[in-house]
């Protein structure tokens, strides 16, 4: 069901954590990620674009060994509306100075 390569929200700010030693490989996540977060190797899944996380939590939702957690619905829609109205890049301007950003 994946929407395609390419599909970005927010970079480095995703909440999005696998439990690698929980995985049981079953592939479930790979199924109900809307935008092709996970790939699955050797038996287990991996994150393979987690920058491509809109933190929709279909996976953690889904994930029948619970290897997987994510704080569903924490990105800043703010800063994809700003983006269209402007044309530059996603900026909620919650971030500091310094770079860190509560959308996190």
Do not use: W
């Not at 069901?1 to 954590?17: D, F, H, N, Q, T």
């Not at 990620?33 to 994150?47: E, G, L, T, Y």
């Amino acid at each position: 069901m994946s929407l395609g390569p390419g599909l970005r929200y927010l970079p480095a700010v995703a909440s999005l954590k696998l439990d690698i030693e929980a995985c049981t490989g079953c592939g479930t996540c790979v199924e109900v990620c809307p935008h092709a977060v996970f790939d699955i190797s050797d038996r287990k899944a991996s994150i393979k674009d987690l920058d491509a996380c809109m933190e929709c939590g279909a996976c953690s939702r889904n994930c029948p060994a619970r290897a997987l957690a994510v704080s569903a619905g924490v990105g800043c829609a703010q800063a994809i509306f700003n983006s269209m109205l402007t044309g530059g890049p996603p900026d909620c301007g919650c971030g500091s100075d310094q770079g860190s950003s509560c959308c996190s």
